[in-house]
């Protein structure tokens, strides 16, 4: 019976370590590390773009029922920032339909500093 306990026990540690939430994994995402660490440390982004030679992946999550991003940003295969945490912008214009008046992504710093 306690060997079962034990192997149950183990079993749901593994699980539990297996993937971090995407905020506590990007915490851990640090300048120089290679594409693929990131993927394995952070999983897969929400969106991916490439510009001036970049490349940006974007992450998404929720915390305290807002929603929130941080983008990872690649110069040849390497991280060369991760930015700060940015909140979503304009729920209720995009709900009615009005689009925003700039062309940003929706996203805006949520403490008030740049990227």
Request: aromatic fraction near 10%; hydrophobic fraction near 35%.
């Amino acid at each position: 019976m306690q060997r079962t306990f034990w192997t149950i026990a183990a079993c749901a540690l593994l699980t539990a370590c297996s993937s971090l939430p995407v905020k506590t994994a990007l915490d851990r995402v640090q300048p120089g590390m290679l594409k693929f660490e990131v993927l394995e440390t952070a999983g897969n982004p929400k969106r991916t773009y490439r510009e001036h030679g970049q490349d940006h992946w974007i992450y998404v999550f929720f915390e305290n029922d807002r929603e929130l991003s941080r983008e990872v940003v690649f110069e040849s295969g390497k991280v060369e920032s991760v930015t700060r945490a940015r909140a979503k912008a304009n729920w209720a214009n995009e709900l009615d339909g009005v689009s925003s008046s700039n062309a940003d992504d929706g996203f805006k710093n949520i403490d008030g500093g740049s990227n």
